[in-house]
């Protein structure tokens, strides 16, 4: 008898998914992951993260579902990138344009901690509601970094770097005891840039004017009751309170469902045809290096590996099928030649099908690199891109090591075969070809920013010197053509390909389980662009090796603390 109640209890369930009222549920707690898993390990440690794609797909589709009544989203736990959360912001606005109530809700927006970006996104709904024992941490926006040269003196440890120019402050950290002029000067603008961003976006969503927003950050942080009285949020309420007031406005019979869980069974019924014309979507993130895309076991971030990305590319480009490709760069940089290696196929893609680049919450030095030589560069206010510019060197360690009573000894052939061996300090000829190496770097890269970006080499050079930019500073100076998320990328190559608003989207490369299995026949086969998990790798360890001046990534870097979360 209890099992026969069970199943039919379980059908009716079922019967009510498919037919009642919904309440579309969204848990950012454990964050978002921004495309497909790129290796088998990432898959396992993004299997409990709801994916981007699930979101824009499920909100756009509950928008003109009548069986959608609500979205409810919960914020807070692990923090996302500020171009990531005007995505989601993007996509939530766009809901909510429908008429149908879309309500956040925060255990806190900070707990004895900044909470800004968090409640910028919060400020999209149309009610938010906080925690009685929350806080609203809306205290503005920091960018600080710390100068080692004082300790590595006292060490004897000294940096010799060379960078090109004023504004590639990336090694600063070592060569440096404070700022320079230009080094404060471009931080203080990417300060100035995101303010003006999460203080309009803020004023908007909670109908206030921006002063007082600026007002209201300079005041920062708020208990409850000072952010109800502020009118920062709707109500002090507990989860259950929260639920059981959307469920009252929602109807009674209303269940929940998770958006990701909605958009995945849309796309089950509504399945395109395998041959459909449609569009390649290939996602670049991570540090950019040569060979294949994967991560270490051991953690850390992932990298884009330039052979992946080519096939990926390659793949795209040889398929009927595929009529235009939108690629996805999150990225700081890295490698030079590996930058240029995707460049290059970008390039010889673009000859045949329309390429529109989408930027994530990175795509700065090698990131812009690899974006440039698109037809279109898409890029999020909030994202942080250019840094046009080189710098290299190495640590030189020999007072160190007398100190602690190591000799090193060095028996070579060839004049410069020690050059960057870090027991001894360049030579002068040896530096030399340092700085020819940098400058060689340096005008290359420039001078395909002013080939990719109908630039003069004088203008693009204006604009480069290292500095980083804004997604909203670039566009003004043309090095990013358009504001917007994937979703206007993905509009875009539709319109230029001349498909239908509807036509399908293909995570590229495309692979069955026997391509998977079997490896690459060449490296012009499709299955040469799979990732694979990077034993190599430095793991959790990659960003105090890159600090150390460690070879892990490559000239073309970002420093890893222009994140604004």
Not at 230 to 257: F, N
Not at 520 to 535: G, K, N, Q, W
């Given at each position: 008898?209890?099992?026969?109640?069970?199943?039919?209890d379980?059908?009716?369930?079922?019967r009510?998914?498919?037919?009642?009222?919904?309440?579309?549920e969204l848990?950012l707690?454990?964050?978002?992951?921004d495309?497909?898993?790129?290796?088998?390990?990432?898959?396992?440690?993004s299997?409990r993260?709801?994916?981007?794609?699930?979101?824009?797909a499920?909100?756009?589709?509950?928008?003109?579902?009548?069986?959608v009544?609500?979205l409810?989203?919960?914020i807070?736990g692990n923090?996302?990138g500020?171009a990531?959360?005007q995505?989601?912001?993007q996509?939530?606005l766009?809901?909510?344009a429908?008429g149908?109530?879309?309500?956040?809700?925060?255990?806190?927006f900070?707990e004895?901690a900044g909470?800004?970006?968090p409640?910028y996104?919060?400020?999209?709904f149309e009610?938010v509601?906080?925690?009685?024992?929350g806080?609203i941490?809306l205290?503005?926006?920091?960018?600080?970094q710390r100068?080692?040269k004082?300790?590595?003196?006292?060490?004897g440890?000294?940096?010799?770097m060379?960078?090109?120019?004023?504004?590639?402050?990336?090694?600063?950290?070592?060569t440096q005891?404070?700022?320079t002029?230009?080094?404060r000067?471009?931080?203080?603008?990417?300060?100035?840039s995101v303010?003006?961003q999460?203080?309009a976006g803020?004023?908007?969503?909670?109908?206030?004017?921006?002063a007082?927003v600026?007002e209201?950050?300079?005041?920062g942080p708020f208990?409850g009751?000072?952010?109800?009285?502020?009118?920062l949020?709707?109500?002090?309420?507990?989860?259950?309170?929260?639920y059981d007031?959307?469920?009252q406005?929602?109807g009674?019979?209303?269940?929940?469902?998770?958006?990701?869980r909605?958009?995945?069974a849309?796309?089950v019924?509504?399945?395109p045809?395998?041959?459909?014309?449609?569009?390649a979507?290939v996602?670049?993130a991570?540090?950019?290096?040569?060979?294949?895309?994967g991560r270490?076991?051991?953690?850390?971030?992932g990298?884009?590996g330039?052979?992946?990305?080519?096939?990926?590319?390659?793949?795209a480009?040889?398929?009927?099928?595929?009529?235009?490709?939108?690629?996805?760069?999150?990225?700081p940089g890295?490698s030079?030649v590996?930058s240029?290696?995707?460049?290059?196929?970008?390039?010889l893609?673009?000859?045949?099908?329309?390429?529109?680049?989408?930027?994530g919450?990175?795509?700065?030095?090698?990131?812009?690199?690899?974006?440039?030589?698109a037809?279109?560069?898409?890029a999020?206010p909030?994202?942080?891109?250019g840094s046009?510019?080189?710098?290299?060197?190495?640590?030189?360690?020999?007072e160190?090591?007398?100190?602690?009573?190591?000799?090193?000894?060095?028996?070579?052939?060839?004049?410069?075969a020690g050059?960057?061996s870090?027991s001894?300090a360049f030579?002068?000829e040896?530096?030399?070809?340092i700085n020819a190496?940098?400058?060689?770097?340096?005008?290359?890269?420039v001078?395909?920013v002013?080939?990719?970006?109908d630039l003069t080499?004088?203008?693009?050079?204006?604009?480069?010197?290292?500095?980083?930019?804004?997604g909203?500073?670039a566009q003004?100076?043309?090095?990013?053509?358009e504001?917007?998320?994937l979703?206007?990328?993905?509009?875009?190559?539709?319109?230029?390909a001349?498909?239908s608003?509807?036509?399908?989207?293909?995570?590229?490369?495309r692979?069955n389980?026997l391509?998977?299995?079997?490896?690459?026949e060449?490296?012009?086969?499709r299955a040469?662009?799979?990732a694979?998990?990077?034993?190599d790798?430095w793991?959790?360890?990659?960003?105090l090796?890159?600090?150390?001046g460690?070879p892990a990534?490559?000239?073309?870097?970002l420093p890893a603390?222009?994140?604004?979360r």
């Amino acid at each position: 008898m209890d099992a026969g109640k069970a199943i039919i209890d379980s059908i009716d369930k079922l019967r009510q998914r498919r037919t009642g009222p919904l309440i579309l549920e969204l848990d950012l707690t454990e964050g978002l992951t921004d495309g497909p898993p790129a290796d088998p390990l990432t898959a396992v440690l993004s299997m409990r993260k709801t994916r981007l794609s699930d979101v824009r797909a499920g909100l756009r589709r509950a928008a003109k579902d009548s069986r959608v009544k609500a979205l409810i989203v919960k914020i807070g736990g692990n923090p996302l990138g500020l171009a990531l959360v005007q995505e989601v912001r993007q996509a939530v606005l766009g809901f909510r344009a429908s008429g149908k109530l879309t309500v956040a809700f925060g255990e806190t927006f900070g707990e004895f901690a900044g909470g800004t970006v968090p409640y910028y996104l919060a400020s999209a709904f149309e009610r938010v509601y906080l925690q009685p024992s929350g806080d609203i941490g809306l205290t503005g926006v920091a960018l600080e970094q710390r100068f080692v040269k004082g300790a590595l003196t006292k060490l004897g440890v000294d940096f010799e770097m060379g960078q090109r120019h004023e504004y590639k402050t990336a090694a600063n950290t070592f060569t440096q005891d404070h700022m320079t002029e230009p080094h404060r000067e471009s931080m203080t603008r990417i300060v100035e840039s995101v303010t003006d961003q999460l203080v309009a976006g803020i004023a908007e969503g909670r109908r206030l004017d921006p002063a007082k927003v600026r007002e209201l950050v300079d005041r920062g942080p708020f208990i409850g009751p000072e952010a109800l009285e502020a009118g920062l949020v709707d109500g002090l309420a507990y989860r259950d309170e929260v639920y059981d007031e959307v469920k009252q406005s929602a109807g009674g019979e209303a269940q929940l469902l998770y958006v990701s869980r909605y958009a995945r069974a849309a796309a089950v019924r509504k399945l395109p045809h395998p041959t459909a014309d449609g569009i390649a979507l290939v996602h670049g993130a991570g540090q950019i290096r040569t060979g294949r895309s994967g991560r270490s076991p051991l953690g850390g971030g992932g990298a884009m590996g330039s052979d992946t990305i080519s096939a990926a590319l390659r793949a795209a480009r040889r398929d009927e099928h595929v009529k235009a490709v939108v690629f996805r760069v999150d990225s700081p940089g890295g490698s030079y030649v590996a930058s240029d290696t995707v460049w290059r196929e970008v390039v010889l893609t673009r000859k045949v099908k329309p390429v529109i680049v989408s930027m994530g919450d990175l795509a700065a030095s090698g990131g812009y690199f690899v974006s440039m030589a698109a037809d279109v560069i898409v890029a999020q206010p909030g994202t942080l891109t250019g840094s046009i510019g080189v710098f290299g060197g190495k640590p030189v360690l020999a007072e160190l090591l007398e100190k602690i009573g190591i000799n090193s000894e060095l028996v070579s052939e060839g004049a410069n075969a020690g050059m960057f061996s870090t027991s001894r300090a360049f030579s002068p000829e040896q530096w030399a070809r340092i700085n020819a190496w940098l400058d060689r770097i340096y005008d290359d890269f420039v001078g395909k920013v002013a080939q990719g970006r109908d630039l003069t080499p004088e203008r693009a050079h204006e604009l480069a010197r290292g500095r980083v930019w804004t997604g909203a500073d670039a566009q003004e100076r043309g090095l990013v053509d358009e504001l917007g998320g994937l979703e206007d990328a993905l509009a875009l190559a539709r319109k230029r390909a001349g498909l239908s608003d509807e036509a399908p989207v293909r995570a590229f490369p495309r692979l069955n389980p026997l391509e998977r299995l079997r490896g690459p026949e060449s490296s012009e086969d499709r299955a040469a662009a799979l990732a694979r998990v990077r034993l190599d790798a430095w793991g959790p360890l990659a960003r105090l090796s890159a600090e150390l001046g460690l070879p892990a990534t490559g000239p073309l870097t970002l420093p890893a603390w222009y994140v604004i979360r």
